[in-house]
């Protein structure tokens, strides 16, 4: 059983080593716990989303685009 954790994991990554990144995630034969701000990233890998709240930890089954669909929250960044 493989564990994988990143932290903010595309930071500093130009688009082209973030696709990279994304596409070598995909193989990963494990689970992975990710905190991230980029939504391309979440929307990409995401299977379940944990939100951590005052209140305690809420689970969504589905990936980062189901969790904005249900919850109506999304990762802070860049709005048009």
Do not use: C, I, K, W
């Amino acid at each position: 059983p493989n564990f994988l954790v990143l932290d903010e994991p595309t930071n500093h990554l130009d688009m082209a080593t973030r696709e990279m990144l994304v596409a070598a995630l995909h193989n990963f034969d494990g689970t992975m716990l990710f905190v991230s701000h980029d939504r391309h990233f979440l929307a990409a890998l995401s299977t379940r989303v944990l939100e951590l709240t005052p209140e305690g930890v809420h689970q969504y089954g589905g990936g980062y685009l189901e969790y904005v669909a249900r919850s109506g929250h999304e990762a802070p960044g860049l709005r048009s």
